[in-house]
């Protein structure tokens, strides 16, 4: 079965820093991974799609790399803005479903 | 629809009782999966329908949980004699294909059994 970790699971950072967050997995034989933002109450909105074939994508101040062979993908913010506070999670996909990470909650301090 | 809808999106009932949630997909959407989210965890997979069939029907996790997509469009997950451990937000999601295309979710449904 499909592990799915994020680290961290919490981070508190002032505005305009740049930061990552971390999510790794145990099996390689991926088809995707999707990165979601949730916020508080509320359903799961896609960020970035990266496909099998990708090592990455890019929409505006985030970048989302994925490196299968060491089970790892980063999301990278930059220039972080109070709106950015949500819960950030990965899934990946394989045997027919999608797999969660429990997610990092991300809150920006103005 | 424009997206994902789901219906009611709280519910409150009594342990023991009967209770239905819908979710509408995306126009166009054949694939279709249903995900419980507990406070401060990660969506787990209940069932994933592909057209009018269950696919994967794993993640259900006992024979209280069923869910029907009769004519390939709207779902509905039915959990029979309800348990307080089944309180959760149960969340929809559809992708355009089947296989590994980008999930689209709703808002979800928050149901509390007291």
């Known amino acids: 079965k499909q592990e799915v970790t994020q680290i961290p699971a919490a981070l508190s950072v002032p505005e305009g820093e740049n930061l990552v967050l971390n999510c790794s997995f145990t099996?390689?034989?991926?088809?995707?991974l999707q990165w979601f933002r949730q916020d508080p109450g509320k359903g799961l909105t896609s960020l970035l799609l990266i496909q099998s074939s990708q090592r990455e994508q890019t929409s505006g101040r985030l970048n989302a790399s994925l490196d299968k062979s060491s089970g790892r993908s980063t999301l990278y913010i930059a220039a972080s803005q109070p709106g950015d506070s949500a819960t950030y999670l990965c899934?990946?996909?394989?045997?027919?479903?999608?797999?969660f990470g429990s997610g990092t909650k991300l809150n920006v301090k103005p | 629809g424009a997206g994902v809808s789901q219906t009611p999106s709280n519910k409150v009932t009594e342990k023991g009782k009967y209770v239905e949630l819908r979710c509408d997909p995306i126009s166009g959407h054949t694939a279709l999966y249903w995900y419980r989210q507990s406070l401060g965890q990660g969506p787990e997979f209940l069932i994933y329908f592909q057209g009018t069939g269950a696919a994967d029907d794993s993640g259900l996790p006992n024979d209280r949980f069923f869910a029907v997509r009769p004519e390939g469009s709207v779902s509905t997950l039915k959990i029979q004699r309800t348990e307080r451990g089944d309180s959760a937000v149960y969340l929809c999601a559809s992708s355009l294909g089947g296989g590994p295309g980008e999930l689209f979710f709703g808002e979800g449904s928050r149901l509390t059994v007291l």
């Open positions: 099996d390689s034989a991926i088809y995707n």
């Open positions: 899934a990946l996909y394989n045997f027919n479903k999608f797999y």
